[in-house]
């Protein structure tokens, strides 16, 4: 292993340290997300500013993917939807949990 690849590691685990976890999400590790015909993956890191939560999303295999990035802190959320769908996904943070859960969409 290299030095750069044991440096991000430490980092990584350090980051991760005293951080509560909500449903088995961790930092790094990825959270499959189901929106109908749209579907991906989501994971987050513990920066100075926030959580970063990366998302990416594809409708079906040949889909173009789309990533979104979002920063949030204590008490912030996003939510992510279709058109199509009745339901949306809500990805939270409450202190140092991160909080992924199913909600209804929101209409405009």
Do not use: C, W
């Amino acid at each position: 292993m290299s030095i750069r690849n044991t440096l991000l590691a430490a980092v990584f685990t350090i980051a991760s340290f005293g951080v509560a976890h909500a449903n088995g999400l961790r930092p790094i590790e990825a959270k499959s997300i189901d929106l109908g015909e749209v579907s991906g993956v989501a994971y987050y890191t513990v920066e100075p500013d926030g959580f970063r939560v990366v998302t990416t999303l594809a409708q079906g295999e040949a889909g173009t993917p789309i990533r979104f990035v979002s920063v949030l802190a204590p008490g912030q959320r996003v939510v992510l939807s279709t058109p199509a769908q009745a339901s949306a996904l809500e990805i939270s943070r409450s202190g140092d949990t991160l909080l992924v859960r199913k909600t209804s969409a929101i209409s405009n």
